[in-house]
């Protein structure tokens, strides 16, 4: 049974876990690197921002994958808890790093939620993330029982669905689902870096389906494409090899080369035949809608319960709260800025304004009233 745990780390996964956690009773300490993030995310809910009385039942470590191995060195070596596990999407290296250098490698079982979004941060975190999803468990050959238990026992107050599998299995298989993917998202993304002749005014959904998840941390991507670098070569190689048949055949479609025309024409239909096959693992996306301008200013109290309150009344104004920043603000509050229409912001900052909040335009047109008591 696990009644409490710390979780180290408090961007989307780590506050997601977080939520999900508390919202079953667990006692949840939060702590992160930046301390504007941990108190954001305890102003969410998602527990308290400060070290606990004593060793938790389980820590969570939230961090990039390359960092999984030093963390869990150091709190290990604080006795910060009696089992640990991590949610990164890359396992080997941390399970090297544990067998080699943590002082209790039998209390570490890796983890990894599959389940995401193309935000990140603690505004991003959903205590309803991991429901239904897959939550891998890769325990080495030194992992206990009891440690195994604990993290199938935190997939599951998630609403997970744990799974066991071999730490180099599970790359190998993120590097097709997840990891390469991303790659070539932002391999097409970047095709439009300089807006040839306007082109992205004519952009359709095929492309915003395609693209969708190039807009992710790139800090956090490079970290985990280097962790994982050696199951992504093979993945990578193979679209190559298509991409190698492909030029040709486009060329001989096109009149150009020496190519002949009906087997470039067959080397597409194969393309595409064989992506159509493909597809049928995969489930149906849908984009996010396009970002609007930041446009709102609000400063917001640092009670507990306060940024979430917000956060539900700017929701309920029609404003996409997911795309919000959050700042550290004089006196313990936050200042918040809201990505809202130009043509919306008036009236979005007069009626927050009316309901208590300290609300301007990023244009300073709005008059401030005092924040809600």
């Not at 979780?7 to 989307?12: D, E, F, I, S, Y």
């Amino acid at each position: 049974m696990i009644r409490s745990i710390a979780v180290v780390g408090t961007g989307l996964i780590g506050t997601s876990v977080a939520l999900a956690a508390c919202r079953q009773g667990v006692a949840v300490y939060l702590s992160d690197a930046d301390a504007t993030a941990a108190r954001t995310a305890a102003a969410l809910g998602a527990g308290v921002a400060e070290e606990p009385p004593g060793p938790v039942d389980l820590a969570v470590i939230a961090v990039p994958p390359s960092k999984v191995g030093a963390v869990l060195v150091d709190v290990q070596r604080s006795g910060l808890a009696r089992a640990y596990t991590d949610v990164g999407s890359v396992k080997t290296v941390p399970e090297q790093a544990a067998l080699n250098a943590a002082p209790h490698p039998a209390r570490y079982v890796g983890g990894h939620p599959l389940a995401g979004r193309e935000r990140s941060g603690p505004l991003a975190a959903r205590g309803t993330l991991f429901e239904g999803r897959p939550w891998v468990l890769t325990p080495s050959r030194l992992t206990s029982p009891a440690t195994l238990e604990r993290g199938r026992r935190l997939a599951e107050l998630c609403g997970a669905v744990p799974l066991v599998m071999a730490s180099r299995a599970h790359d190998d298989a993120v590097a097709l689902t997840s990891h390469v993917p991303h790659l070539l998202a932002s391999l097409m993304a970047a095709r439009l870096r300089d807006d040839p002749a306007g082109v992205s005014r004519l952009a359709g959904q095929g492309l915003r389906d395609v693209t969708r998840i190039a807009g992710g941390d790139s800090r956090l991507w490079a970290d985990i494409i280097e962790t994982n670098a050696a199951a992504l070569a093979g993945v990578v190689r193979n679209v190559h090899a298509d991409l190698t048949r492909l030029v040709p055949a486009l060329d001989a479609l096109a009149g150009r080369g020496t190519g002949d025309r009906e087997e470039g024409l067959r080397t597409v239909v194969d393309l595409l035949d064989r992506g159509i096959a493909g597809l049928g693992a995969i489930p149906g996306a849908r984009p996010e809608p396009p970002g609007n301008t930041p446009a709102l200013r609000v400063a917001v109290p640092g009670r507990p319960g306060e940024l979430g309150r917000f956060l539900g009344a700017v929701a309920g104004l029609g404003v996409d709260a997911e795309s919000a920043s959050v700042d550290a603000a004089a006196g313990g509050g936050f200042t918040v800025r809201c990505r809202v229409h130009p043509s919306d912001v008036c009236r979005i900052a007069a009626k927050l304004r009316a309901d208590g909040w300290d609300a301007e335009t990023d244009g300073g047109d709005a008059e401030l009233a005092p924040a809600p008591r």
